[in-house]
């Protein structure tokens, strides 16, 4: 079964830096893109960013400059690094991947999500 695990969330003060990893595990045949997406209370989940399999990214222009998006495909993890943190990063983070067990298709799995909270 394969499951995405994260990890890094925490508290930090306004203009600190805080790095997030996933990491996906089980029997995985292929990952394509990676994700992370947030959910602020009352408010939708959002992307904040995305890595295909080849290194391309894309970010939400409320993010660019501050965070990069990184991962390592041999051992199936991605990372968020958030600089300059704003107390509206405040969210639960959730990772995401497009993922392909052994001898099945590919779909889409989320972890379980990490808070960030960025205080004032």
């Known amino acids: 079964q394969v499951q995405l695990v994260e990890s890094g969330g925490g508290l930090v003060q306004a203009g600190g830096s805080l790095r997030l990893s996933c990491a996906a595990s089980?029997?995985?045949?292929?990952?394509?893109?990676m994700g992370w997406y947030r959910q602020a209370p009352g408010k939708q989940r959002e992307l904040v960013a995305d890595?295909?399999?080849?290194?391309?990214?894309n970010y939400a222009e409320s993010v660019k400059g501050r965070f990069t998006i990184f991962r390592d495909n041999a051992k199936n993890t991605v990372h968020l690094q958030m600089n300059s943190l704003k107390p509206e990063d405040t969210a639960v983070y959730y990772c995401?991947?497009?993922?392909?067990?052994?001898?099945?298709?590919?779909?889409?799995?989320w972890g379980q999500g990490t808070q960030v909270t960025v205080s004032s």
């Open positions: 890595i295909t399999k080849y290194g391309g990214t």
């Open positions: 995401n991947a497009e993922i392909q067990a052994f001898l099945r298709p590919f779909s889409v799995y």
């Open positions: 089980g029997r995985i045949f292929s990952v394509n893109n």
